[in-house]
């Protein structure tokens, strides 16, 4: 009952005319900006995420949730008319979406995606009201061990479970603890990798990083493979789904949502595995599978849901663990440290009023999106014809005024260029880009809880073991260790009793 109640004072804050303002503003830019092509949520939240500085903290996050679902919403607009999906999560909405807007039904692929995306955003919000705050209370029992064995389970799972190596997964988490060390250690007041630099005593931005990795370097690898004229872009109409459609469509939408929202709040779970596992369970489940590979509509309304579930999902453990699962909650965790707020158990305590804020506008956020996105189709179709050259160079440019706007330091211009070319690099050699983010953020963190871990136990390795939790994790890390040598030693065991 004290959840409704907070919920609703949280909605009288956000009714106000200049934060539905915002709030408008927010939708409007997020999805205008997801919906060009190469640039996924992930992108649109970081490139975005300069122009919320100077605000007030809870008309920001008003504002910085409009862009986060916003840029949900965009990405399935490249994926169905360009199949261009902005991130791997979008990849199988394009697998069916492209090939209903090649046999003339873009209209209707649009359309259930949006409607996917707001019944999915809606439930999921929902959850995300009624789940949050008992992860809280159990997040409260917590010790230091047991968050320093949370965050290496979140270490583990998004470099060998989520990536196609785990070398490379390990090789972008270290280098992202190496980023995230940078700075004077808060124990000993040692500088450390500083190289001698006053300015990198405070360490490097996350929001620096997060613009450089994601913006400059998506920006530069799209722009080296792809060519100056703009791509071919299937006429839209209005959005409409006839009597046919909806019945094909609403049962998707809800199984896509049951999938996506126990993904988006796992550590390292992400939205590739519940998209393409609804894709996979719509398939199986259809009453017309030859339509399946030629343009099936729940082939783009489960996934499309289980997308946006599974980002309602991601901020259930950011809110109230400080963890982020997937690239966008890594951004948004940056955001909240932007303006001082630690997320965490604490934050419903100390930051209520800007929490269930935040929670209601994700829902008049989704609102908007729909009303917007079913008429304005077309115009966003229409963006998608800007000339590439002027496209990232605009994305260059928003990105070096928001990273200067963070301190006001032109070496931070320098640390961008030189974060850009990481990323272009990383994507060049198949290293992925999340472990870095998570490494940057989580890595302080592990290390200071680490550290009490080890004071409490006067320096005996015992202490990093706390209660039965730790002991769960850890079991379950060196199963996804060891996974890969067992599965190699029981397969042939199979074959032979085959």
């Known amino acids: 009952m004290d959840n409704l109640t907070h919920l609703l004072e949280g909605f009288a804050h956000v009714v106000t005319p200049l934060n539905l303002l915002v709030a408008l503003i927010g939708v409007v830019v997020g999805t205008a900006v997801g919906v060009l092509p190469g640039i996924g949520p992930a992108m649109t939240v970081a490139l975005l995420l300069p122009v919320t500085y100077g605000m007030e903290p809870t008309r920001a996050f008003i504002m910085f949730a409009g862009i986060y679902y916003g840029g949900m919403y965009g990405g399935s607009t490249t994926s169905i008319l360009l199949n261009t999906p902005g991130e791997s999560s979008s990849v199988v909405t394009a697998i069916e979406g492209n090939k209903m807007a090649k046999a003339g039904r873009a209209a209707q692929a649009l359309a259930t995606a949006a409607i996917g995306s707001f019944v999915a955003g809606t439930i999921g919000t929902l959850l995300l009201v009624l789940v949050t705050p008992l992860v809280v209370t159990f997040a409260i029992s917590l010790g230091a061990p047991d968050y320093f064995a949370i965050m290496m389970l979140a270490f583990i799972a998004v470099t060998a479970v989520l990536g196609t190596s785990r070398v490379r997964g390990f090789a972008s988490l270290l280098l992202g603890l190496v980023i995230g060390v940078i700075g004077i250690d808060a124990v000993t007041g040692q500088q450390r990798l500083t190289l001698g630099v006053p300015q990198l005593a405070d360490g490097v931005d996350v929001v620096v990083v997060a613009v450089g990795i994601f913006a400059v370097g998506e920006a530069l690898w799209v722009a080296a493979h792809l060519r100056r004229t703009a791509g071919g872009v299937i006429p839209v109409g209005r959005p409409w789904m006839g009597r046919e459609d909806w019945r094909r469509s609403w049962k998707p939408w809800l199984r896509g949502t049951a999938l996506g929202f126990p993904f988006g709040a796992l550590p390292a779970g992400g939205a590739e595995i519940p998209t393409f596992l609804s894709y996979m369970a719509e398939k199986r489940m259809t009453r017309h599978p030859e339509q399946f590979g030629r343009g099936a509509i729940e082939g783009v309304a489960g996934p499309e849901a289980a997308n946006n579930a599974s980002a309602a ?16 909650a890594a951004v948004m965790l940056a955001a909240f440290e932007s303006y001082g707020i630690q997320p965490g158990p604490l934050l419903f305590e100390r930051e209520p009023d800007l929490v269930w804020t935040l929670i209601a506008s994700l829902f008049i956020g989704n609102l908007l999106l729909l009303v917007l996105n079913l008429p304005l189709a077309p115009a966003w179709a229409k963006l998608l014809r800007i000339p590439r050259p002027y496209l990232y160079a605009g994305i260059l440019f928003f990105a070096s005024m928001g990273a200067y706007a963070v301190n006001a330091q032109p070496l931070d211009l320098l640390l961008l260029l030189l974060l850009g070319l990481l990323g272009f690099g990383m994507r060049r050699f198949g290293l992925p880009v999340l472990p870095l983010i998570v490494g940057v953020i989580l890595g302080p963190r592990a290390e200071l809880q680490g550290r009490r871990s080890l004071q409490l136990s006067g320096g005996d390795l015992s202490g990093l073991l706390g209660g039965a939790l730790s002991y769960m994790i850890y ?12 599965r190699r030693l029981v397969e042939p065991m199979r074959a032979r009793t085959a």
Request: aromatic share 4%; hydrophobic share 70%; proline share 11%.
């Open 313 to 328: 999902g991601t901020l259930v453990p950011m809110l109230a663990i400080g963890l982020p699962t997937n690239a966008v």
């Open 475 to 486: 079991a379950v890390i060196v199963l996804i260790l060891l996974w890969p040598l067992v």
